[in-house]
């Protein structure tokens, strides 16, 4: 894991190996499009700089996760840029980092970068890191509700609208996330009646078609 310009080795240099591996397991990129990429898709970086980036790139490298190769589609007296993509060892890694789910990943930090992957991600871990976001959340609730009462009283009109929304912000998302949660449920549910075949072909019980048919052959 590299270092950045945050210190030893950071939960933040972590997150950003998980999201540079998942945008090269779409597709290789240059440098700049990846930070572009990071930048705009990804909440998280979006002060990223080049001097966090390339390090993290030359780590991985190392690591034998992504390598590196010339734009075949450059000519000219211009130094070639450099193209990054994913080695079979890179994305075994990628495949073990979705399978975690850990505490830290409910973070703020942490937990966009972990649903802009969801498509790969299984549906237990996916649930896993939903509900432990969502009480991440409800704890804040409680924290916030708490100070509101207390000071309330002696907050200018101002700072009061500030706290309400950010009270209302954290109120919003935990619906967000009851909805994604029940959405999971639901295809759980779906999937295990499809693998088990328990879907009903008629609203009427055997019994009464048996009675049914039987009085039919009386008359």
């Known amino acids: 894991m590299f270092v950045d310009k945050w210190g030893p080795v950071t939960r933040r240099g972590e997150v950003l190996e998980l999201a540079v591996l998942g945008l090269l397991h779409e597709s290789p990129m240059h440098g700049y499009e990846l930070r572009k990429r990071l930048t705009a898709q990804l909440g998280a970086f979006r002060a990223l700089s080049y001097g966090s980036l390339y390090p993290c790139l030359k780590d991985l490298v190392r690591r034998g996760w992504i390598a590196e190769s010339t734009d075949p589609t450059e ?41 802009a992957f969801f498509g790969r991600t299984d549906a237990d871990t996916r649930m896993r890191i939903l509900i432990g976001r969502r009480g991440r959340l409800e704890e804040r609730l409680d924290t916030l509700r708490g100070s509101f009462s207390r000071t309330r009283e002696r907050l200018d009109d101002y700072t009061l609208a500030l706290q309400n929304h950010g009270l209302d912000s954290v109120e919003r998302e935990v619906r967000w996330l009851n909805e994604l949660i029940d959405d999971e449920r639901n295809r759980k549910t779906t999937r295990t009646t499809a693998s088990t075949g328990t879907t009903s072909t008629s609203s009427t019980p055997s019994s009464s078609r048996d009675t049914t048919r039987g009085n039919t052959e009386k008359e």
Not at 82 to 108: C, M, R
Request: hydrophobic share 30%.
């Open 75 to 115: 000519s000219g007296p211009r130094r070639s840029k450099i193209v990054y993509q994913l080695t079979a060892d890179g994305k075994e890694h990628f495949q073990n980092l979705l399978a975690e789910a850990s505490p830290s990943d409910w973070d703020d930090e942490t937990f966009g970068v972990r649903m």
